[in-house]
Each structure stands twice: as C-alpha cells, then as structure tokens.
C-alpha cells in the first residue's frame, strides 16, 4: 500500500532556521509534509524535541519520536552508523540523507521539492 503523503524531518538549531549538527540534541524538528508524488510540500511545522535535554539516549528517543510522527525520511548533518537512531529508523523503514547544507531551504531545494509559504502555515 502506498502511503498518501510524505513526511521529512530535519533536526533544528536553535533559530529554527539552521539544520542542527547534534540530531539528538537538536531544540526542534521541522516536518514537511508533501503529497506523494508531489515536489510542493503543502505543510511546514516546527515541534519541539522533547528529549534534547535528556542525558543518555537522546537520540534514540528523538527517533522514536519521529517514529511516532509517521516521518518518512529524516535529514541530518551526520551519519548514525553503528549507533541507536540508524537501528530505529532501519525498523521503522525511515530513510536518512546526509546533508552538508546548512538551512532546511537550501537542502529541500537541492532535493527538488519546494515550500509553500501561504498564511497561517508556519
């Protein structure tokens, strides 16, 4: 079965503007959300990581956080070879693109995909 609508997660800085480097420590997440088939994302929001202040298995929880958000792929700085969020997000079918861009616009716009900015959408 295919799924309706694609889901991308990209770990945020502090700003909300910059892709974090730190995905287990990142403040916030930022979800697009595309109808499958489309370039468009026709939803942006902001979430707050809730384990970024978590001492042991931050990025493990944030994963599984993700998990729960029903994302699809999840955009990141750094690789998680051999380490907990890759085990997660290899169960859970997520695929994870490394990036060396440093703002969600930039990378979503080398990926193709473009977002509407339209009120009330955030």
Do not use: R, W
């Not at 910059?18 to 403040?27: C, N, P, R, T, V």
């Not at 907990?84 to 861009?101: C, K, M, Q, R």
Request: hydrophobic share 40%; glycine share 6%; proline share 4%.
């Amino acid at each position: 079965m295919q799924k309706e609508e694609i889901i991308y997660a990209l770990p945020l800085t502090d700003d909300q503007a910059s892709i974090s480097a730190h995905f287990g420590e990142a403040l916030f997440f930022m979800l697009v959300t595309l109808k499958a088939g489309d370039k468009a994302a026709y939803k942006t929001e902001i979430i707050d990581n809730p384990f970024c202040k978590t001492e042991k298995g931050k990025g493990i929880s944030a994963a599984e956080f993700l998990v729960e958000n029903k994302v699809d792929l999840v955009i990141v700085k750094k690789g998680f070879s051999s380490k907990g969020p890759a085990y997660v997000f290899a169960d859970s079918n997520i695929e994870i693109i490394l990036t060396n861009e440093d703002t969600p616009e930039n990378v979503l716009k080398k990926l193709g995909l473009t977002v509407n900015s339209s009120p009330g959408n955030c």
